[in-house]
């Protein structure tokens, strides 16, 4: 069950059989089908334990008082909603479906009894958190700084980059289950713009996209079109010293 999890939590550090066991038993005590463009979690709730995100996309957002809305963040398979999150009062933000999501829903005692008793899975979960921070880090240039052909670009790297990193990806294609409008919400752009850099990004032979499918075919010169450093994924083993003796 806690498949994805495991592959991402190894690009910090090896896991030991007991520790993958430990996580597995914990997503499978409870788990949860919701349908997509539908709610995990409002803002405003109360937290109830950790989500992990089994199978689908999700994201968080945040919305105004008129409407608009901003996607803050996408969750993929192996990705946590906070593991951390029953120490706040109430959510500051929603968590909604892209696509039909599966989730495991891991009561708040079960994730404090993995970090006492499994210090190396403590360590990869603190650097998962970190993660996603110097991801929303990231998020924050791709908004103050970069041209919409960059932004775009930038988006569609990191996207592919993290589903390859947890074995989501097909060759140079992965699935791209994002409407425009969703696309536009997440990198500040009107639909009819981010139309036409989907289309540049297309004439210049970078990417294609068919149904939800995107397929780069240079990666290597996309990331240097978009100035994409993938260096704040942190996916290098950078927790090597912790790394279990298992053969």
């Not at 090896?14 to 803002?43: F, M, Y």
Request: hydrophobic share 40%; proline share 2%.
């Amino acid at each position: 069950m806690a498949e994805f999890l495991i592959r991402k939590l190894e690009h910090f550090t090896s896991l030991s059989s007991d520790d993958k066991q430990a996580l597995d038993q914990a997503a499978r005590q409870r788990t949860r089908r919701i349908r997509s463009r539908d709610d995990i979690v409002h803002e405003g709730d109360l937290p109830q334990g950790v989500n992990l995100i089994l199978e689908g996309w999700a994201c968080r957002y945040k919305t105004l008082e008129d409407g608009r809305r901003q996607i803050i963040a996408y969750l993929l398979p192996g990705d946590l909603c906070d593991h951390n999150v029953a120490i706040l009062r109430e959510m500051d933000h929603s968590i909604g479906t892209v696509t039909a999501v599966t989730l495991a829903e891991i009561p708040t005692e079960t994730m404090r009894q993995l970090t006492s008793g499994h210090a190396r899975l403590s360590q990869a979960l603190c650097w998962e958190s970190l993660v996603a921070a110097a991801i929303q880090r990231e998020w924050t240039v791709n908004i103050g700084q970069r041209t919409a052909f960059e932004r775009l670009g930038h988006l569609l790297c990191e996207l592919y980059v993290r589903l390859r990193a947890v074995g989501l990806t097909q060759g140079c294609a992965c699935e791209l289950p994002l409407t425009q409008a969703e696309i536009a919400d997440t990198i500040g752009l009107s639909v009819v713009h981010v139309n036409r850099t989907l289309q540049e990004l297309r004439s210049v032979g970078l990417i294609s996209l068919r149904g939800r499918e995107l397929t780069i075919h240079r990666l290597d010169a996309l990331q240097r079109a978009v100035q994409f450093n993938p260096n704040y994924l942190h996916l290098g083993r950078e927790g090597r010293h912790l790394d279990s003796n298992e053969v």
